[in-house]
Nanobody, 121 residues
């Protein structure tokens, strides 16, 4: 069983910063892509940023230049540094990983439980 556990969410003022972390644990053989998604109230879940095992990144247009995704492959952890936060960034942020578990025969998508980010004065 593989689990993703997010941390780092909270309340921040507009213009502030937060850093989210997501650690994968369990019987992991290897992890391919990792990413962050978010879902605001009344909206669909959307991709925020993703990163390949080699470090290639992809960002939603709405966060380019403000958010930075990174990963530590040795720790099976992905991070999301969020700067210049705006009220419209308020959402539940979910970590996602494409994981090959020990004893498995394929990669499977695993999701974290989500962490709430609220940007408000």
């Amino acid at each position: 069983q593989v689990q993703l556990v997010e941390s780092g969410g909270g309340l921040v003022q507009p213009g502030g910063s937060l850093r989210l972390s997501c650690a994968a644990s369990g019987s992991i053989f290897t992890i391919n892509g990792m990413g962050w998604y978010r879902q605001a109230p009344g909206k669909e879940r959307e991709l925020v940023a993703s990163i390949t095992v080699g470090g290639r990144t992809n960002y939603a247009d709405s966060v380019k230049g403000r958010f930075t995704i990174s990963r530590d492959n040795a720790k099976n952890t992905v991070y999301l540094q969020m700067n210049s936060l705006k009220p419209e960034d308020t959402a539940v942020y979910y970590c996602n990983a494409n994981v090959y578990a020990v004893g498995s025969d394929r990669f499977v998508e695993v999701w974290g439980q989500g962490t709430l980010v609220t940007v408000s004065a």
